[in-house]
Every structure is written in structure tokens, then in C-alpha cells.
């Protein structure tokens, strides 16, 4: 069996050189305490259309749908969450996953609800 490094360096070794298929269970954010007791789970990962409120940083308190995703850097984007540029334009500011909180949960996928549900007793 192999065996895993507790170092800092390989730690962040594995994450940035990590393929795409494994960022995206990294993409995982906590959920509300209303969604955490519906659904018997932590976390789950953040999606475009879901509705998350921003917990830390410079925007905390701040509520709104995720606009983007960025695997790669751990990133999402939340609408109304801009910064303004030297030109006086105006771009969105990425949010690191960790500092978001999902509060709303976008479910047309029914992929994604079965996700929800996999291994979980859900109350009804």
C-alpha cells in the first residue's frame, strides 16, 4: 500500500499537480446547518447556479449565485462580487472554495440529487 507524506511541500505538490477528474471532489464546500441536518452530509461540491454565502475574506456576509467554477485554481465566482481595475473596468473576483458556504443547492440534475442521497439517510 502506498503511503501518503504529511509534508507541506508534497501536500502541495499533489494538489497543484493533480489531473482534473481528482480537483473536482476538491471542489467541496460546507454546507448551510439547514441543509447539513436535511441531508446528513458536510459538504458537497460547488456548481454554477448554486447559492452560496461567502464566510470569510474582504466580502464576507455576502450572499449569491456561483457564476463560475475554476478547478484548477480552487476558484468560484459569485454574482455582484467585482473588483474595479486601474482602466476603471470592472471584473469578477474569484473566491477560494473554502470561504463560501452553500446555502441553496441548484437539484435539476438527477445525477447530482443521487449524489446528494448516495450512502445518506435522508429525513424527509
Known amino acids: ?27 467541496s464546500a460546507h454546507l448551510s446547518p439547514e441543509l447539513r441536518e436535511k441531508y ?17 475574506g474582504e466580502f464576507r456576509g455576502v450572499e449569491g449565485k456561483v457564476t463560475g467554477v475554476d478547478r484548477v485554481n480552487q476558484r468560484v465566482y459569485v454574482e455582484n462580487i467585482t473588483m474595479k481595475k486601474a482602466d476603471g473596468t470592472t471584473v469578477p473576483r474569484s473566491i477560494h472554495v473554502s470561504n463560501v458556504m452553500i446555502t441553496q443547492l441548484k437539484l435539476d440534475d438527477k445525477f447530482r440529487e443521487k449524489a446528494l442521497m448516495r450512502g445518506k439517510e435522508v429525513a424527509a
Open 1 to 27: 500500500m502506498a503511503r501518503v507524506s504529511s509534508k507541506p511541500r508534497k501536500q502541495r505538490r499533489r494538489l497543484f499537480n493533480s489531473p482534473l477528474h481528482r480537483l473536482s471532489k476538491l471542489m
Open 40 to 56: 446528513g452530509r458536510r459538504s458537497f461540491p460547488v456548481r454554477v447556479g448554486d447559492t452560496v454565502k461567502i464566510i470569510s
